[in-house]
């Protein structure tokens, strides 16, 4: 069972545009919420985190959303670029350590 | 200098056989991971050790067997393949205290025929 989901499953945004992809989860005692960026043929590598006690966190065109009482995360790439076309990976950690993946999405940006 | 490196890269194998991929990290962590990356992109984790200690062991078919000889690696052997393993295998580190911040290998791609 799948303790994070993850929408959409894929998306096109055209360059300059905003990319927003949305986690949600059931386990409160989830106490760190990273985003992964992975390149085809590559691992996956850590772009930002957040901590459920923060509602917002920017890094650069970055940001992640935060809503505690809703259970939902989100990211926003801003002003997409090409070489951020890759497939983006919600998750959850719990107090083992233990890293819980949303199902992932590609994201596509157009020239 | 590669921070999380696996061996080999790919793996092509017939079903029945027994094989090991090998994973070393040079980063100083304490902790290592096994995860599995299905066709879907699916991650999952497999196992977890901490300090050479297993901490996470999910639901694999006790035909996995993970070595960790010291903190720097941690191998994963795979007894009787099965067409199901066909996958890209991940090693990943941390530090215990921050193990949402995982620094992945580059996979090994494993094809069982």
């Known amino acids: 069972q799948q303790q994070v989901k993850q929408s959409p499953q894929s998306l096109i945004v055209q360059k300059g545009g905003i990319s927003i992809i949305n986690c949600a989860y059931e386990?409160?005692?989830?106490?760190?919420f990273p985003w992964y960026q992975q390149f085809p043929g590559k691992g996956p590598a850590l772009l930002i985190a957040?901590?459920?006690?923060?509602s917002e966190k920017k890094e650069g065109r970055f940001t992640i959303s935060f809503n505690k009482s809703a259970k939902q995360f989100s990211l926003h790439i801003m002003d997409s670029q090409p070489g951020d076309s890759a497939t983006y990976f919600c998750?959850?950690?719990?107090?083992?350590?233990?890293?819980?993946f949303g199902a992932g999405t590609q994201v596509v940006v157009t020239p | 200098d590669t921070a999380v490196s696996q061996t080999p890269k790919y793996l092509v194998t017939q079903m029945g056989n027994d094989k090991s991929i090998k994973c070393e990290q040079n980063?100083?962590?304490?902790?290592m991971y096994w995860y599995k990356q299905d066709s879907k992109k699916f991650l999952k984790i497999m196992f977890s050790?901490?300090?050479?200690?297993?901490?996470i062991n999910e639901t694999v078919p006790n035909r996995f067997s993970p070595k960790s000889p010291d903190k720097a690696h941690l191998n994963l052997h795979i007894n009787s393949l099965e067409l199901g393993d066909s996958a890209v295998y991940f090693c990943?580190?941390?530090?215990?205290?921050?193990?949402?911040?995982?620094?992945f290998g580059p996979g090994t791609r494993l094809t069982v025929t």
């Open positions: 050790y901490n300090n050479k200690e297993l901490i």
């Open positions: 990943a580190s941390s530090q215990r205290g921050t193990s949402y911040e995982q620094y």
């Open positions: 980063l100083g962590h304490d902790t």
């Open positions: 957040i901590r459920p006690d923060v």
């Open positions: 386990n409160t005692a989830f106490d760190y």
């Open positions: 998750a959850a950690t719990d107090s083992w350590g233990k890293l819980q």
